[in-house]
């Protein structure tokens, strides 16, 4: 089992920058994907990125690319999800997941381990 911790969350402006964080702690966690994901009020969990820990190849939701990149710190073992240009649809929690041997990076149900989000709110 992985253990995920996400901090950095919190209100910033239309156009404004945040970045997230996401401590990893456990087993083997540097075989795994570890993404983030976003729920808004309402709403469905949605996939915005992914990263392979081993590898460090990414992968971006349509709708954040080009302004959201996920990276990783080997020696912190912590993952980042620093969120430029930020626009009041990305207002959401957002969750740091972690799974192994994954086929499809937006299916929830292939993660199993998730942090407790963190609330980002972009205001107009």
């Known amino acids: 089992q992985v253990q995920l911790v996400e901090s950095g969350g919190g209100l910033v402006q239309a156009g404004g920058s945040l970045r997230l964080s996401c401590a990893v702690s456990g087993r083997s966690f540097r075989r795994y994907y570890m993404a983030w994901f976003r729920q808004a009020p309402g709403k469905e969990r949605e996939f915005v990125a992914a990263i392979s820990w081993s590898v460090g190849a990414t992968y971006y939701a349509d709708s954040v690319k080009g302004r959201f990149t996920i990276s990783r710190d080997n020696a912190k073992n912590t993952v980042y999800l620093q969120m430029n240009s930020l626009k009041p649809e990305d207002t959401a929690v957002y969750y740091c997941?972690?799974?192994?041997?994954?086929?499809?990076?937006?299916?929830?149900?292939?993660?199993?381990?998730w942090g407790q989000g963190t609330q980002v709110t972009v205001s107009s």
């Open positions: 997941a972690a799974g192994n041997g994954i086929v499809a990076l937006a299916n929830t149900n292939e993660y199993d381990s």
